[in-house]
Structures are given as C-alpha cells and as structure tokens.
C-alpha cells in the first residue's frame, strides 16, 4: 500500500490536535493538550477506489516564539493548512506557513480547513475573506473538529489530490 505524508500546519490552538483525533479515532475532547514537538498518526483512506496510508504528522503550532522547522516539513507529499475562524490572525500565520512549506517542499497539494464552523456566529474571518481564498486558487474546507463537519472531507480531498498531482521531478 502507498504510504503518504501529511503534515498539519497552522498557528498555536488552531485545532490541528484536535482534527486529528477525530479524523483517526473519530473522537473530540474539550481539554485543550498542546503539541510538544511533533506527534505521528496513520490511517487509511479510501477515495475512488484507490487507498493510501496516511502517516499524518501533527506539528506544534506557530507562534511568535517558535516556528516550523524545516526538517519536519521535507518529504511531505500535502498538508492540512488550518486556520480558527475565530481569530483572524491565524489567517496571516497560515499564508506564512504556506510560504515556508513552499519553500521546503514545493507546490505540493494542500487544503485550507476553516476549523471551529460550530462557532461561526463568532467568527472573525468573514465570507469576502473566504472567497478571496478560493479565487486565489486555494482549496477551502470549513470544518469543526467538535462536531465532525467536513473534517473527513478535508483529509479525502487532500487524498485525492496527492494521489492525482503529478510524480516529483528528481
């Protein structure tokens, strides 16, 4: 079976961990755990009758004082982009982020997830915000890790999208 990586990328208490959880183990705590360097998950995914393992690799948050570093990065082959949509800055650690994993790894495939949509009353990146994502080319997935929405259909999205892109110029 093909094995894949993916890495989560995003800003501190975005709700990487907590995708994670329920993508793998179909679970939601709301005790908040941070991410110590970096932890390894793997699951199976099916999408059109192909399957990958995906070995997804969820590392600690962004902040200001402590950043991604680029050997967690190299070998990827997509990543989960997460942004809170209640704190718009997560937005700016997200396109700083999508920087940096271009310069390491290239233009591998990777999904923005607008995570925490079961708070979306309090949101603070709005629908303008959204559609100029989408018009930039990016592929956006609101989700919440709490209830479920749409965090399976970000992983089979990325899925598909590795499983399709063409093989890496060596």
Sequence with gaps: MIQKKVCMLGGFAVGKTSLVARFVSSIFSDKYLSTVGVKIDKKVVSVDGREAM?????????????????????????YLLVVDGTRRATLDTARALREKAREVVGDVPFILVLNKSDLSAQWEIDDLAFFKLVEDGWRVIKASAKTGEGVEHAFETLTRAILDAPPAKI
């Design 54 to 78: 995906l070995m997804v690799w969820d590392i600690y948050g962004q902040d200001d004082f402590q950043t991604i570093q680029h050997s967690q990065l190299r070998g990827m082959s997509g």
